[in-house]
């Protein structure tokens, strides 16, 4: 699985219409959603996956009024119960030895435990599969979502323990098993273990909204600076932990720490803003802010690991009630390496 700086040939993306995962304020996340659209749609295709074709009639209308690039745009009738892509969709793989195929891998989806319904997001991959057949199909079998992984294309991949060893997932399978999975349909050798998650994450603990490679050899970490704040001591030891690991090449990482926003609440329930849920473009890095000051000192950090592509910044003050941000909407599809 290549880095998600390496060159995309698109991005797939699931729209959200589910009002169970934005109670009461679903009509709210729309702008900021869709000027995500329009931002990827600049630089790089984008499938949009909706339930039918009066969703597809609606998606396209609102997408026009604001001026996307529509012929970067292609939408598909693949029906799903949920808007996060980076989880039930499929991910992409590169042939090393051929480089000019690509792959499939279908993971089963559960819905982070079976927190909520999943029965169509759970076939969304292999819908993708039916649009591209040329490309091999792999199932592993196993629950595996896109958020609790991420990879430098170079051999490394970072997880935690919360998530990928929690029973709700696979019970059947031990530590050096699920390692075994990853190294065999990533394609990766070393793996670098995190322990807990943000406070209000429902993925119990998925690392897109904690640590991200931003190069080979840099990870990017959040912290949280209040020590009296429920963050605090679980962002401390995962840095703790990025302190003392090695990469696949033996070497120490370059370690990048980046603050918390301002702790985001909404209808008493606190919200797992983070910065870290960035998403790369092909000439972009997109990623959320929260209306405090915390976002500005984000965009210098990202700019210096970036400074090949513009840092755009998009309201998620509202699209967070969801439990996710942009990251956990979309799914890189690599292009082929000519």
């Keep these: 699985m290549p880095a998600e700086w390496a060159r995309h040939e698109a991005t797939w993306l699931t729209y959200p219409k589910n009002p169970d995962s934005w109670p009461g304020k679903i009509e709210t996340i729309y702008p900021s959603y869709h000027l995500f659209v329009k931002t990827l749609a600049e630089g790089e295709r984008v499938h949009i996956n909706v ?57 089963n989806h559960n819905a982070w435990g079976g927190k909520y319904s999943y029965e169509l997001d759970t076939e969304v991959p292999v819908h993708i ?23 430098n294309g170079c051999g490394d991949l970072l997880t935690t323990t919360s998530c990928l ?4 997932r696979n019970p059947h399978l031990n530590q050096d098993q699920i390692e075994g999975y990853l190294r065999d349909y990533y394609g990766v ?19 897109d909204d904690l640590t991200r490679f931003v ?23 995962n840095l703790r932990m990025l302190k003392r690991c090695r990469l696949a090449n033996g070497k120490q990482p370059t370690i990048v720490e980046m603050p918390m ?16 849920n960035f998403y790369i473009a092909n000439d972009k890095v997109i990623f959320p ?12 950090i990202l700019e210096a690991c970036f400074p090949d592509r513009e840092i755009i910044g998009i309201d998620s003050t509202d699209i967070i009630w969801g439990l996710g941000s942009f990251h956990c909407l979309s799914q890189q599809m690599p292009a082929i390496i000519k």
């Design 51 to 107: 339930d039918d074709e009066a969703m597809l009639k609606h998606v396209k209308a609102e997408l026009e009024k604001i001026d996307c690039n529509m012929q970067n745009i292609s939408l598909h009738i693949i029906p799903s119960n949920d808007a996060w892509c980076r989880d039930h969709g499929p991910a992409f793989l590169l042939n090393h030895n051929d480089s000019k195929s690509r792959a499939i891998v279908n993971w």
């Design 129 to 151: 599969h039916n649009l591209m057949p040329d490309l091999p199909l792999f199932s592993p079998g196993i629950v595996m979502e896109g958020g609790s992984i991420d990879v």
């Design 165 to 168: 060893l929690n029973p709700n």
């Design 189 to 207: 050798e070393n793996i670098i273990w995190l322990g807990e998650g943000i406070v209000g994450d429902d993925t119990d603990g998925h690392v």
């Design 215 to 237: 190069s080979p050899d840099t990870i990017l970490t959040v912290v949280e600076e209040d020590t009296w704040d429920e963050n605090y001591e679980p962002l401390q030891k």
């Design 261 to 276: 926003p301002d702790v985001v609440f909404y209808d008493n329930q606190r919200l797992p803003a983070s910065y870290a």
């Design 289 to 300: 802010t929260y209306r405090c000051l915390a976002d500005n000192e984000a965009a210098y």
